[in-house]
Each structure stands twice: as C-alpha cells, then as structure tokens.
C-alpha cells in the first residue's frame, strides 16, 4: 500500500494546508507588526479663544474635560485690541501647532477667530459669540434698534485709559465691567464666589476694537458650530441666533445659560466643541 493510501491524504491535500499554515503566520505577523508601523490616529487640537472681559481661566472646566477624553487643548491669551490684531497673533500661534486644528471662540473671541485663516483649522465654534460678516463691526451688531437686550451699557460698561503700545501714543481707551454689575450681567447663573473670581481675572478692551470692521469671515469656508446662550444679558440671544444662521447653518443648538455658558454650563459646551471635533 502506497503512503498516501495509508495516511488518506493526497499530496495536493499536503500542500493546501500548508499554504493555509503559511497564510495564517502571515496575518498574525502583520496584525503584529503593522499598529507599530501605521500612523497614529490623531485627534484635533482644541484651541479656546477667550473674549473681552474675560481671560483664559474662564475655559478650565472646558479644557480639563477634553483633556480626560484625548483632546489636545491650548488657550490663546487675547489681547483684545482688534479683531486685525488679535487674528494675526492667533495665526502666529496656529503655526506652531501640527495637524488639524478646531478654534473656539467666546464673545469677542467669536470675532477673532473669523478673523483666522489657517489652512489646518478645521472646524469653527462659536459660543454665545460675535461672527460677523465681511464689513460688521461688534458695536454695530450690538444695535438696540435691531437687537435690542443688551445690558452691557453705561454705568456699567465704564471705560478707563490704559497703557497700550498699540493705541496712539502708547495709550488706548479700554472698557471694562464694573464691579457691582459684573455678576448680574456677565455670568448671572454662576456662585457669587465664582463671579468674584471672574471679575478678578477680568481683562479690559479697547473701545476701538468694537468698532473696527471685520474682514473676510473664515465661517465662509470653514465648517462651523453654534451655541447660542438664551438667557444672554450680553449678545442677545435674537442677535446669536441671526449670526449663526449665517455662519452655521444646521449646527446650531442653545441652551438655557447666561453670557459665560463656559463658566456657567461647561458639560454642554464641551459637548458641542467634540462634536464640532468629530465631525
């Protein structure tokens, strides 16, 4: 009796299982070595973009929680002189920072950052923010013939003369919130001792920044998100929703908060800036 009568295999039989044996070593060698070799998945780095009357502090809820969920996060500290200034500082910072990038801004962060043009952003998102059209300036959308709600007027919005190397002489006229107002108007639905802290971190604009016309809006171009504030003692919320009807269309959502939702109602803003994130 031949060998392949006592084993019951034929030689074709042989050699298919192992060429399967063969393929299966092959699979488990690539599954190995190949997550080593391929790149990484990367998420988007998350810059905050703080707005007038307000520095970066005001995003630490935010930042920490898209931090526990892999999110690169950086703050950009606004100087507040113009929407021209301030973009051009943020595209300095865009630089030096690889791959893709999701800008947020609050307020008058809103204005600076459709003011930014950085092939490698991504995706917009304002918060209870100014998005201006090409030619718009903050002061003029703050009408109150036509959006009429705002309570940031004097007293208390007083204004004060401040070192400025970027004003006339060296000065400039800035604005700011005044103490005994600053809760009621600013961030009405946080702690007193959180309003405290806010007023203690307050950084004055300059008057002229609200009146400077903004230049090609990158909302044209760049997929946006919107959050609008209803409960806005600042931007009226009719005011936010005509502005995100323009610069995100079908990516806007709102919630019951005051001006300062990132303060006031961080959970779902975060919300908002991952999903603009994965979008």
Known sequence: MSSTARTGRSPLTVLGGLLSAAALMLTVLVSTVAPANAAP????TIVLVHGAFADSSGWRDVAATLRTQGYPVQTF????????????????????????IVLVGHS?????ITNTHDPDVVANVYIAAFAPQRGEFVQGLLNPITYPGSRLLPPALQLKVVDDPTGPGGKNLDGYIARQYFHEIFAQDVSTATAADMYA????AALSANLEPSGDPSWRKVPSWYLVSRQDRVIPPALQWFMASRAAPGRTSAIDAGHAS???????????IVAAAQS
């Open 41 to 44: 998945t990367t998420k988007p």
């Open 77 to 100: 500290d606004n100087p507040l002189r113009g929407p021209a200034h301030d973009s051009a500082l943020l595209e300095e910072k865009l630089t030096t920072i690889p791959g893709p």
């Open 108 to 112: 008058y962060g809103g204005a600076v």
């Open 201 to 204: 971190h307050q950084k004055s």
């Open 262 to 272: 990132l303060v006031s109602r961080p959970g779902p803003v975060t919300a908002v």
